[in-house]
Structures are given as structure tokens and as C-alpha cells.
């Protein structure tokens, strides 16, 4: 059997008396979308900033690509191939997309033996073509500003920027909030290529048409608890809906009740 990418054991994360994630353990694999769901304040934003870098959990292991480890910021999970592309994108709108996708990270070129350094814009521009034609991305042009692109288009950039850098895992928070039916479909489209790539996705949604269309493995949260984990195949959104608001719970033991 394949190992997973990633592995959490009895991540545990509190904020003063409140337990925001309570003793979750949840792995995924190569090449397989989950989706993460729960109603707000169930947890499950919290339980990805603890493994995107962004808190430290109280207890509980990660192990990612079968190592222990431990991400004091979200710059080191990067660092290690995981990607979080969260709503706001984190895009810089008045620069053009050569230049979003190596925010950061830009490239450049030396003259007189490195003391002076510019940016290399053609190697960033044909390095954008070639990120933006693996997913099967198109766009009139790519000098023009962010803030001048679609939301989908937005997202795609995002998505082949997270690529273009070897992303190992890929975690989406609402990826396709306030986009239009047809910008939806073609975000799904790149989530399935980067399965297609082998790529695992986390996906963090209220949109259960998203669920049912792109993902392979469910699960649900519910006050900070693991309530369910199921194959997608095997449920329905009424079904989701009742684990969501606490109707259900898998993890109860009927003679312990």
C-alpha cells in the first residue's frame, strides 16, 4: 500500500480554554483530493494552520513524506512542498503573473561579476508560459495586472504558482467562494490535473457540489472532533449535512452512550 504524504496523530490545538482541535489523526495519499468538512468553528482551519506552519499544535505528531516533523513557520512548510492557497490568494494585484508566481522568489541575472543584479523578466516570463501550459492554462496575455483577471483566473495563478514549486501537497481553503458556474468548473478542472500529477489536495469547503465533484475522500469535523471519515462514494450530501451539525458522530461508541 502506498504511504501517505501526510499523517497527523492526535493533534491537539487550544487557545486559552477553548480546544479548537481536539486529538485528530487523519492521513492522505498520493494523488487523492479529501475534503475537509465541518461548520464554522469546527475546526478545521485550525487543524490546517497547524500543519501549513502557521500555529505550533499543543500535542499531537505530523509526519510528512513519512518524517516527523515540526513547522515553526509557514515559510518551512513551504520549504518541504506544502502549498496553502487560501481566499485571499495572497496575490500582489498590481503585478502581472510572471511576476505573482515568483513573488519572492524572483529570479536575476549579474553583470560586472554579481555586482549589479536586475530581474531576469524573460526567464520569469517564459518560465510563467511553461508553469500556466502544464495545467492547461490559457490567458490572452500575461503582462496585464492581477487585479484585472477573473477570480478563476486569479485562482489559477495561485494554483500554477504553488506547482511551478513543487508543491508535494496542495491545501485549498474555499477555492471556488464567489466564482461563477463556469470559473467553479475550471478550478475543478486543475484540482483533478494536479491529481492526475500525483499531487494529494486538501480541500476546505461548504460547497458540497465541489465535494461530490473533484474529491475521493471526505472528512468532517465537528467542534474540534473527527466525526466521521468516509469515501465519497459511499455518502450523500443529506448525510454530510446531519455529521456537519453534530446529528451523527462515528467516533461514539453506541454502548458507551
Known amino acids: 500500500m502506498t504511504d501517505p504524504v501526510l499523517s497527523i496523530r492526535g493533534l491537539t490545538k487550544r487557545f486559552g480554554g477553548l480546544t479548537a482541535v481536539n486529538n485528530v489523526s ?17 475546526g478545521k482551519s485550525t487543524l490546517i494552520k497547524c500543519v501549513s506552519g502557521v500555529y505550533t499544535a499543543d500535542e499531537g ?44 522568489r ?24 511553461a508553469g500556466l501550459d502544464a495545467l492547461d492554462i490559457r490567458f490572452p496575455s500575461l503582462s496585464q495586472p492581477i487585479d484585472s483577471l477573473s477570480g478563476g483566473q486569479r485562482q489559477a495563478v495561485a494554483i500554477a504558482r504553488a506547482v511551478y514549486w513543487d508543491a508535494r ?15 467553479q468548473r475550471k478550478v475543478q478542472e486543475l484540482i483533478r490535473k494536479l491529481r492526475d500529477q500525483g499531487v494529494p489536495v486538501i480541500l476546505i469547503t461548504h460547497t458540497l457540489p465541489d465535494v461530490f465533484a473533484v474529491s475521493d475522500r471526505i472528512l468532517v469535523m ?10 465519497t462514494a459511499d455518502t ?8 456537519m451539525v453534530g ?5 461514539v461508541n453506541p454502548v458507551d452512550v
Open 247 to 251: 446529528a451523527l458522530d462515528d467516533t
Open 169 to 183: 501537497l496542495m491545501i485549498m481553503d474555499e477555492p471556488t467562494n464567489n466564482l461563477g458556474v463556469p470559473e
Open 26 to 42: 487523519w492521513d492522505v495519499y498520493p494523488g487523492e483530493v479529501v475534503a475537509l468538512l465541518g461548520d464554522n468553528g469546527a
Open 61 to 104: 505528531e505530523i509526519y510528512f513524506q513519512g518524517r516527523r516533523s515540526h513547522f515553526a513557520r509557514p515559510i518551512d512548510a513551504r520549504r518541504v512542498g506544502i502549498e496553502t492557497i487560501y481566499q485571499d490568494l495572497a496575490l500582489a494585484n498590481n503585478l502581472d503573473v510572471p511576476a505573482n508566481i515568483f513573488l519572492g
Open 222 to 231: 465537528h467542534r474540534g472532533r473527527k466525526v466521521t471519515e468516509k469515501k
Open 236 to 243: 450523500n450530501s443529506e448525510e454530510l449535512v446531519r455529521y
Open 106 to 129: 524572483e529570479a536575476k541575472k549579474s553583470y560586472f561579476g554579481g555586482l549589479i543584479k536586475t530581474l531576469d523578466e524573460k526567464f520569469m516570463l517564459r518560465e510563467a508560459h
